[in-house]
T-cell receptor, first 113, second 117 residues
Framework: RKEVEQDPGPFNVPEGATVAFNCTYS??????FFWYRQDCRKEPKLLMS???SGNEDGRFTAQLNRASQYISLLIRDSKLSDSATYLC??????????????FGTGTLLAVQP | DTAVSQTPKYLVTQMGNDKSIKCEQN?????MYWYKQDSKKFLKIMFS???????INETVPNRFSPKSPDKAHLNLHINSLELGDSAVYFC????????????????FGPGTRLTVT
């Protein structure tokens, strides 16, 4: 079983649609969680951290369910510029000032005009 | 200003050669990382250094040798390059999110696309 699993997609949605991505992780010792976005031939960029209480940043809402080891990302009112690969990322702390990020394989989103 | 920079951006070389990739961060972070992203786009950690000390070494062939001269720099030297080394190599550095103890955010460089022929 992969440590972090995501539906690879692609998700093809029209502009203005709401789209949800799901992710599950296998290591219950995981301490923190993130969604990263990666555009074609670019580096991953942090989209948002995911907190236990859930958090929202504009059109983006992230949820965490520790009991089910499940993370979600909701994008409302999709824009063409949202087209990218969305990476679910789980942090395994090594202690001190370092940590190890485990990346999912990503979900490809294509927003159509 | 570039936060995490890597050189070169593209590297094309032949099997058996030795090459280096350099990384620098101006964010004042203490921890730096090397990741490899293969042709299937899977991103996997290779090494992590905290304040010049090796912390994580993930089952990487010893042809790969990271070096950190100071906490702002982490270089990667690769000996005897093989076809399977072709990938995009990303450097990253981490910021501690103070309001969530233990939650760290990593910032990535633009990547070095290595092609071994």
């Amino acid at each position: 079983r992969k440590e972090v699993e995501q539906d690879p997609g692609p998700f093809n949605v029209p502009e203005g649609a709401t789209v949800a991505f799901n992710c599950t992780y296998s290591n219950s010792a995981s301490q923190s969680f993130f969604w990263y976005r990666q555009d074609c031939r670019k580096e991953p960029k942090l989209l948002m951290s995911v907190y236990s209480s859930g958090n929202e940043d504009g059109r983006f809402t992230a949820q965490l369910n520790r009991a089910s080891q499940y993370i979600s990302l909701l994008i409302r009112d999709s824009k063409l510029s949202d087209s990218a690969t969305y990476l679910c990322v789980v942090n395994l702390a090594y202690g001190g000032a370092t940590n190890k990020l485990i990346f999912g394989t990503g979900t490809l989103l294509a927003v159509q005009p | 200003d570039t936060a995490v920079s890597q050189t070169p951006k593209y590297l094309v070389t032949q099997m058996g050669n030795d090459k280096s990739i350099k990384c620098e961060q101006n964010l004042g972070h203490d921890t730096m990382y090397w990741y490899k992203q293969d042709s299937k786009k899977f991103l996997k950690i290779m090494f992590s250094y905290n304040n010049k000390e090796l912390i994580i070494n993930e089952t990487v062939p010893n042809r790969f040798s990271p070096k950190s001269p100071d906490k702002a720099h982490l270089n990667l030297h690769i000996n005897s390059l093989e076809l399977g080394d072709s990938a995009v190599y990303f450097c990253a550095s981490s910021l501690r999110v103070e309001r969530r103890q233990g939650a760290y955010e990593q910032y990535f460089g633009p990547g070095t696309r290595l092609t071994v022929t």
